[in-house]
């Protein structure tokens, strides 16, 4: 029988097959599809139905399931803000002073799937079947799988990141101590060589590359500068490095200077001039094979600032923090590493939206909300104590900001710190 092509079945069929082509030819990672779009109600939460593989293209396998037990959870928020779209009216009416501290206790309702492969880890602890399972999982990461995650050194080095970060998680949040050991042993099983750690060819990242994506960003013109950070900033507890680079407007006679000298008891701070921008990078610090620490060239997120206008906060103020500063984030998909090999840099990295959603455990507290309105609690530019550094708190004189004395100077404060880290865990041992 001749196929007539009109025929309502065969032309279904022919679609369904176009359709089918159009999904094999998309490539398996894309990472929009294991996230809800934009325009969804959960912009930005993994999909209830995403397949999570970024260590072995085998969703089932070893690494992913680890990867699943600490990346991924379903469950309530302890908070929930007023941020989400669905939490609030009118954007006129929500959009005042105060916005981004609006929030109320998580309930049953607002439970969601968090996490995913990005830099958020949502897990607190493990029940006693989740604990007897990690242990074996734990202990499987040996032998041929070990060999085979090490031919991709930079997974290597994120895999371990992955380790002790639960680690730290434990640590802190004081659940699961009989976990601890064998996070650690896997972690020295998978660690590679301080040849290799420092080998140019982990690299993921160029200052240079920021302005292809940005290209307002002078990057040229940045200063790296050295701080006394905080303990978000503290490879303690975060287990990596970060770089601050900043450039005030070339119009600005006195450059940087102003925010750079110390200053007397009560001496009034200079003001940020708009069009101040920065760039915090932050990269891996790995336990290389003999136990030490060693900051590697792995950067896997990078974010940006810039001061547009110093007009009153409102909804019509078209900036993340709607007072004037603007906010962009990359982000490096372990997925991405693993497909894309060497070839990776800055360009591979996913755009965070600042209005999409992400459980902000990180932070302290399970709380549900946007990039915007967490990253606007730290860094809104008016209604706070120091409304002339412009939510720039790199620039804040008890931090004592100056210019790094030699580019490495971070990363080895960075191994220091970490080294303390090392030293916490193995107290509990
Ligand atoms: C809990 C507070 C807090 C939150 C939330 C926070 N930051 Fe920061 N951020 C800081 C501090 C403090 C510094 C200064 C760096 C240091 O201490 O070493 C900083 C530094 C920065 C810098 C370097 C320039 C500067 O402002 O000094 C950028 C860029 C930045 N953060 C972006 C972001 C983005 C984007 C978000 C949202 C994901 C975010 N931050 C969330 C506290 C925070």
Redesign the pocket.
């Known amino acids: 029988m001749p196929v007539n092509p009109t025929c309502p079945a065969v032309v279904s069929l022919i679609l369904t097959v176009a359709a089918s082509a159009l999904v094999a030819q998309e490539p398996a990672s894309a990472p929009a599809s294991r996230r809800q779009p934009a325009g969804h109600a959960d912009f930005g939460l993994p999909r209830p139905d995403a397949v999570w593989a970024p260590y072995h293209a085998d969703p089932a396998h070893l690494l992913n399931r680890l990867f699943r037990a600490f990346y991924l959870v379903h469950a309530a928020p302890a908070e929930v803000a007023a941020a989400l779209p669905r939490e609030h009216g009118d954007a006129a009416d929500f959009f005042v002073p105060g916005w981004y501290f609006g929030k109320r206790a998580g309930e049953a309702t607002d439970e969601r799937w968090f996490g995913g492969d990005g830099r958020q880890m949502p897990r607190e602890g493990f029940t006693a079947a989740e604990a007897a399972a990690l242990r074996e999982d734990l202990a499987a990461v040996d032998g041929e799988v070990v060999t085979a995650l090490q031919a991709t050194p930079r997974l290597a080095v994120w895999f371990q990141h992955d380790l002790l970060r639960m680690a730290r998680r434990l640590l802190d949040t004081r659940q699961n101590p009989e976990l601890l050991p064998l996070l650690v042993g896997a972690a020295r099983r998978v660690a590679l060589s301080r040849a290799v750690l420092e080998s140019d060819a982990l690299s993921t990242f160029r200052l240079a590359d920021v302005q292809a994506r940005q290209p307002e960003l002078q990057v040229a013109r940045m200063v790296e500068l050295e ?1 006394r ?2 303990r ?2 503290d490879a303690e507890y975060v287990q990596l490095w ?1 770089s ?1 680079y ?1 450039a005030v407007p070339e119009t600005a006679a006195s450059g940087l200077a102003p925010w750079l000298t110390p200053k007397g008891k009560g001496e009034k701070l200079a003001s940020v001039p708009i069009g101040t921008q ?3 990078v932050q990269g891996i610090v790995a336990l290389d094979d003999e136990g030490n620490a060693c900051a590697t060239d792995v950067v896997i997120e990078v ?3 810039v001061l547009r206008n110093r007009d009153p906060l409102a909804a019509d103020n078209a900036t993340t923090t709607r007072d004037g500063v603007d ?1 962009a ?1 990359w982000s490096l998909e372990r997925q991405t590493l693993r497909e894309r090999g060497a070839a990776t840099s800055l360009a591979d990295f996913r755009t965070v939206d600042m209005e999409s959603q992400e459980l902000f455990r990180d ?1 302290g507290t399970r709380k549900h909300t946007t ?1 915007a309105a ?2 606007t ?3 809104r530019r008016s209604n706070g104590p120091e409304e002339e550094l412009a ?5 804040r004189s008890h ?1 004592s900001p100056r210019p790094v004395a030699d580019p490495q100077e971070r990363r080895r404060k960075a191994e220091a710190e970490f080294e303390k880290f090392l030293a916490a865990l193995a107290k509990t041992n």
């Open positions: 701080r950070s905080t978000l900033f970060s601050v900043l920065a760039v915090l974010r940006t600032q906010f984030i932070y990039y967490q990253c609690l730290c860094h939510g720039f708190p790199v620039l931090v």
